[in-house]
């Protein structure tokens, strides 16, 4: 890209800074938020991502769970969550309802479950326990990703037990990692205005930091496109670095977008694609130290997604299979790809599709799965 492009769109010094391997400043983010030249940014963008991934996308073979949906918080942007048991929508699946939903992909070779729940008052402990010992009894290789830090600390609360032992417990169970959601913005004004009787910033990249230090990898989310400003969002990506820069332990920043229906913020517009891009590539160059940017094709669309392989995004998530968090919130997107179609529009993008486990080991392509009737 021509420098005067760059210097039109106020981006040569942070271009020139990320040549040198300098690290972008506050100031620096805010511009990436200012900047009139969406192109002009995702061009730096995706030139950090090609440095990093070179045309790789990568994208796993996973199951989502979502084993209850009863949860005492009160999230405004939440359209999953039932108060309680016996209310219009509400749910819990016994053990075996759980199990059952793994014993049916048998035949898909699978590497990972991943699991997020409301926060249930009455399930005891063991529950969780069971459910991820029943996980490993039924498919002892594959990675259990399971429970975000807003329900550690719900567990820790309700169990009587300290943030570390929920985790200890849980590893002893067979949990491999933690999946990066409840993290939405960290800044305390949002906080307390949209989920403000969950854990908070602190406790929640404390969880992460105990559980890097207990030796599990996890990922790291930033909700966006309500009420949040552009301080607000580089501040929650310097939060993240800075966990970053002391355990290394996080594996991919996911933006996830606000979905308005059937929920308390319906009267906010969803974000449009272009903030949606912007986000991606401001988290590319603004995390210089987390390896890997998602786009989560649920939560963009999948054009979206796609576009965003030129961001600075270099993985897709994966197939999920079953979801409904984002679909209760309005998602238009498909419920489920098959690792075939996740390749197929990785290529149709321009980049190379590479299959991953959970913690990023490569997955040679093997022969399509067939459907079972
Ligand atoms: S976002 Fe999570 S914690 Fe908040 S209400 Fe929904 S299920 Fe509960």
Redesign the pocket.
Known sequence: MRPERLSRAGLATIANKLEAGVRLDADDGLQLFATPDLLALGWIANRERERRHGAHTYFNYNIRIEAT?V?????L??S??RLKPGDEGAYTMSLEQAWDKLRARAHQPLTEVHV????HPDLPLDYYRELLRGFKRIRPDVHLKCF?A??IA?FADLYRLSDEQVLRELMDAGLDSLPG??A?IFAPRVRRKI?HD?CDADRYLSIHRIAHRLGMRSNVTMLYGHIETAEERVDHMLRARALQDETGGFQAFIPLAFHPDNNQMRKLPAPSATDTLRVHAAARLMLDNIPHVKAFWIATGVEVAQTALWFGVDDLDGTVQEER?YHMAGATSPESMTPDALRRLIRIAGREPVERDTLYNVIPERAPVRARA
């Open positions: 949906n949860c005492v918080a009160s999230c942007f939440c999953f969550a997020v729940n409301g926060l975000t807003v329900e719900f959601g409840g939405e989920c969950k968090i």
